[in-house]
């Protein structure tokens, strides 16, 4: 396992990521056994195919919301017997899945069931949530740890996972931020790009692989007010230059799957939408593969009010372009009565069912029912040693280093009486974070286990709960501290506040822990902020102020190895943020690549009558792109043609100005200054990971092609010539502006 998960095998592929076919395509062509099982199959085999439900024969034990009776593990086998399930989700295990199959090819055609799972960032053992290893700025690590979590999950009898989600979300509010890749689109699309091509590698045949499902479809991370399930206002260009950009990356990657979405757009709920899911998605993109709705998502349109039942609903979502409805037992119910009365085509119905069959060929299930279901896989491949070395690999390279004065961090070898203080100090049942159910707990690394592993004596206070006082907690807490050299602070949200239906209306660290902050920092003793959380925050007071504060988000099973090899430079932090920390809850939405308005608040000077909140400034705490290292560098000797044509290669010099190794993320923003439609600020464009030894420099070149510089005109994508800025930064805000013209 070892070679399959080591990055120098990895970054070969790394290159190749985009424009792959992954062999879906050609899965998807014509296949006379699935044409032969089609014609033998009733309406209700055919809709049964069409259906899928949490697997109540090896259950996790995890309810899921909304919680619908399905009855037990012997009523699913006989709903499997009589061709009621096509697919099963969120089970795990041999012993379960042998059964289940068992009892499909106990059926008149035998036809094999797919088991599916939210293997969102990894399985018994899980990796930073996706949110953190976005801060990365590296897609060959985005494409190695789903690789990792293909291998461990096909090893439990799993062969499809709903992941990755590649929603742009630009409203910290919103739970979900934790799924995906942060605030910028062209960030999530090289990300998504790599997780489809880590889960599915070339061949989705290969035992080892699985499939890949893009969700949600699409612009659920426009909900308006970071509401989950609310409904979106959003605009044509924002909907295509922010929001379907990645699915439109992973569909071109050869994603099998997409999952179709909660939220409405411009009226019409994405689940019963049929330019969506049919004329865009199918016609314009040439997408071949299996659409799956949310749970319960074709059900929902009633509640939308688009649906008058779930008769309509079924044949809304169906005739939309939905193949395969979850949980819901609509399709069950109602398809077989549409096609008798001529409400849906009956080619309509068989074009769902030869997709779903065409995916469970695919993966190579009808030559071997029982692939990815092994007692000897399930023994051996699962929460290996290579697993845990990349998991902790991952999580350092995840932590973002945000504020370091005095030069703080890293800490010394023989630092000193350490006390570790706040409600994750010895916590090992928050660190993985949301989406990680079926992770291995026993697995979890706490902050204090990963101290101690390096033989320091470490004292202890929680000094609250989490989102409770505990009583005398501050009192020992500021004992702990005062006998201290320093005080790690371990500080943030529980994995439980974030995640679906998980918004918070106020993205602070909860008001006990910030009492205790409070109380610590008046011992007068250096305090380093150890942030937990699944999303971007609002600091405040003794956090904010603190004088090193460092973002470990969720890193998975690893966790505390991992922050305590950063902690003491083991590894030089060289991740970036994903999504800005804003000043003020009330700044959300923001994010950095937003419009400049006709009115802009100026750096300095008077901010009367111009676009700005009276308590703070129009700008993050910390911006996107924002992260610190051990070492300092500086870009130089950025030298831009001036001008392009078709493509545009620029140079630039990085150098390690300071006294350690360490990796820097170049990044390239443009700002197209007049167009026919108003434009962002600063647009990431692209990015080069830089290893730089002390002293040493490198002549970095980033290159632009003309697609990079287009935008949604009049109902189409344009490009348009003129005058360019152009920035090569190592953040969304620095950086000496350059220009070019477009000719």
Not at 71 to 81: F, S, W
Not at 557 to 584: M, Q, R, T
Request: charged share 20%.
């Amino acid at each position: 396992m070892s070679p399959i998960l080591d990055r120098r095998q990895m970054l070969t592929g790394g290159a190749a990521i985009a424009g792959l076919s992954l062999g879906v395509t050609a899965a998807f062509a014509q296949n006379d056994r699935i044409e032969s099982l089609i014609a033998k199959m009733t309406p209700a085999e055919k809709a049964g195919q069409l259906s899928c439900f949490s697997d109540q024969i090896r259950p996790i034990g995890v309810p899921f919301n909304p919680g619908l009776a399905t009855g037990g593990a012997a009523e699913q086998i006989a709903r499997i017997k009589t061709g009621q399930i096509g697919m099963l989700f969120n089970g795990v295990g041999y012993a379960g899945a042998k059964a289940a199959q068992d009892a499909a090819m106990a059926t008149r055609l035998k036809i094999p069931l797919i088991f599916a799972g939210d293997v969102i960032h990894g399985l018994r053992t899980a990796y930073p949530l996706p949110i953190a290893e976005a801060c990365a700025f590296d897609p060959d690590l985005a494409m190695r740890t789903a690789r990792a979590a293909a291998l461990e999950t096909t090893a439990l009898g799993i062969h499809w996972t709903f992941a990755p989600m590649v929603d742009v979300a630009r409203d910290q509010r919103w739970g979900r931020v934790a799924e995906g890749s942060g605030e910028d689109p062209y960030l999530g699309i090289q990300l998504a790009k790599a997780r489809v091509r880590g889960f599915q590698g070339d061949d989705l045949r290969d035992p080892t692989r699985m499939a890949a499902c893009a969700k949600h479809f699409a612009a659920y991370g426009a909900v308006l007010g970071g509401q989950d399930y609310n409904f979106t206002e959003i605009s044509p260009a924002t909907l295509h230059e922010v929001h379907l950009a990645p699915f439109k990356a992973a569909v071109d990657a050869g994603v099998a799957t997409l999952m179709s979405a909660f939220n409405d757009i411009d009226g019409v709920p994405s689940s019963g939408n049929h330019w969506l899911m049919t004329d865009l998605l199918r016609g314009e993109w040439r997408f071949r593969g299996m659409v799956v709705g949310d749970y319960t998502a074709d059900e929902e349109l009633i509640a939308h009010g688009y649906a008058k039942d779930g008769r309509d609903a079924a044949k809304k979502a169906f005739m939309a372009g939905m193949d395969m409805a979850m949980q819901s037992n609509l399709f069950n119910l109602w398809l077989p009565d549409l096609v008798e009365k001529g409400e849906v085509p009956l080619a309509r119905l068989d074009e769902g069912v030869r997709r779903v069959l065409h995916l469970k060929d695919a993966i190579g299930l009808f030559d071997n029912p029982y692939r990815s279901i092994s007692q000897k896989a399930e023994r051996t491949s699962v929460s290996t040693p290579a697993m845990l070395k990349l998991s902790r690999e991952a999580g350092a390279r995840s932590i973002v280093l945000l504020k370091n004065d005095g030069n703080l961090l890293p800490l010394k070898k023989n630092p000193g009486r350490i006390a570790l203080i706040g409600p994750f100090a010895e916590d090992r049942k928050n660190v993985v974070g949301t989406w990680a159910f079926m992770a291995d707990e026993k697995l979890n690394v706490s902050i204090a286990q990963g101290l101690r592993a390096r033989g320091l004596t470490v004292t202890t206070a929680p000094g609250s709960e989490i989102e409770a006082p505990l009583p005398g907690g501050i009192a020992a807490a500021v004992a702990a501290a005062q006998s201290a050299d320093i005080v790690l602070l371990a500080v943030g949200e529980s994995q439980l506040m974030s995640g679906e239906a998980q918004s918070r209306s106020e993205i602070t660290i909860p008001a006990p822990q910030m009492a205790l902050a409070e109380a610590v920092a008046a011992t007068g003793k250096p305090i380093v902020v150890l942030l937990r959380h699944g999303r971007a925050l609002a600091l405040h007071g003794a956090v904010k102020n603190a004088p090193a504060i460092v973002a470990t988000w969720f890193l998975g099973s690893e966790s505390g190895n991992a922050i305590a090899d950063v902690l003491f430079g083991d590894v030089n932090p060289s991740a970036k943020l994903s999504a800005s920390f804003p000043n003020e809850s009330g700044q959300e939405p923001y994010f950095y690549n937003h419009k400049n308005t006709g009115r802009p608040a100026p750096d300095t000077g008077s901010q009367e009558y111009k676009s700005r909140y009276r308590e703070t400034k129009n700008e993050a705490l910390y911006p996107f792109g924002h992260g610190l290292s051990y070492t300092s560098f500086a870009v130089s000797n950025v030298v831009v043609p001036a001008r392009m044509t078709d493509t545009l290669s620029l140079t630039a010099t990085v150098t390690n100005t300071g006294a350690r190794a360490g990796d820097e993320v170049v990044q390239l923003y443009i700002h197209d200054r007049v167009a026919s439609r108003t434009r962002p600020v600063r647009e990431l464009k692209g990015f080069a990971r830089v290893s730089l030894a002390p002293g040493a420099s490198k002549r970095v070149t980033l290159t632009l092609k003309r697609e990079d510089l287009r935008f949604w005109g009049d109902g189409d994508w344009v490009v348009e010539p003129g005058m360019f800025d152009l920035w090569v930064a190592t953040s969304s805000i620095d950086g000496e502006k350059q220009s070019f013209e477009l000719v």
